[in-house]
């Protein structure tokens, strides 16, 4: 028998000024790539614990879901585990081999904005 119960709720990281970051950014993709980076969310919500390929630590309670998008292109979106749900901090397209600093930076920025486990 196949569990189909979410072990996390994915919901989306919102600004003091009331923006949600990466929901802007999935709506901006088009719209294979946005359901290739809802699948891979979907992998993490109902597989929790999940880990490579589709998720990986990056420390300090700090995630990533890795997505692999169209032409070769990929992408990332950070979260981290608050109050039971996985709460969808910052994403983008990953251009070098080695995560950015500053989109490593941003993403424990909000972390700490947030009350998270």
Not at 107 to 117: F, H, L, V
Request: hydrophobic share 40%; charged share 35%; aromatic share 10%.
């Amino acid at each position: 028998m196949i569990d189909r119960t979410k072990k996390l709720q994915a919901r989306f990281y919102e600004t003091p000024s009331g923006t949600e970051p990466v929901r802007a950014w999935l709506k901006d993709l088009p719209d294979e790539d946005r359901k290739v980076v809802g699948k891979d969310i979907a992998k993490v919500e109902f597989g929790w614990p999940i880990g490579m390929p589709y998720c990986r630590a990056m420390g300090r309670g700090l995630w990533e879901v890795r997505s692999e998008l169209q032409h070769g292109r990929i992408a990332r979106v950070f979260f981290c585990i608050a109050k039971g749900d996985a709460v969808l901090l910052h994403a983008f397209i990953k251009k070098t081999r080695q995560t950015p600093q500053a989109d490593l930076d941003l993403a424990r920025k909000r972390m700490k904005e947030i009350a998270y486990d």
